[in-house]
């Protein structure tokens, strides 16, 4: 059984800076890409940044391009989002995905996803 636990969230002020990680276990199949979403209470779960474990190619949402990276660490298994310049708008609480098929937007093409972690931003 696939388990992904994040960790890094918490309370930053509005222009600084959150390293967000995501630590996979129990895989036995290699992933194809793992993505961040992000969900703000009465809001649908939107996309942030999404990474190819191959090759490491990145796609982000437009709202962090330029002030998030995604990146990946294969031997620990882990995917981080850096997230700098931060804004109020970006309060949400944080979910990694993995796919074993495809690099997307969607979360429809993910098929394990963690418990999340909330990310506050005070103005």
């Known amino acids: 059984q696939v388990q992904l636990v994040e960790s890094g969230g918490g309370l930053v002020q509005a222009g600084g800076s959150l390293r967000l990680s995501c630590a996979a276990s129990?895989?036995?199949?290699?992933?194809?890409?793992s993505a961040w979403f992000r969900q703000d209470p009465g809001k649908r779960r939107e996309f942030v940044a999404a990474?190819?474990?191959?090759?490491?190619?990145?796609v982000y949402a437009d709202s962090v391009q330029g002030r998030f990276i995604i990146s990946r660490d294969n031997a620990k298994n882990t995917v981080y989002l850096q997230m700098n310049s931060l804004k109020p708008d970006d309060t949400a609480v944080y979910y990694c995905?993995?796919?074993?098929?495809?690099?997307?937007?969607?979360?429809?093409?993910?098929?394990?996803w963690g418990r999340g972690t909330q990310v506050t931003v005070s103005s």
């Open positions: 995905a993995e796919s074993r098929s495809m690099l997307s937007t969607l979360e429809q093409w993910y098929d394990y």
């Open positions: 129990g895989r036995t199949f290699s992933v194809y890409a």
């Open positions: 990474i190819r474990w191959s090759g490491g190619r990145t």
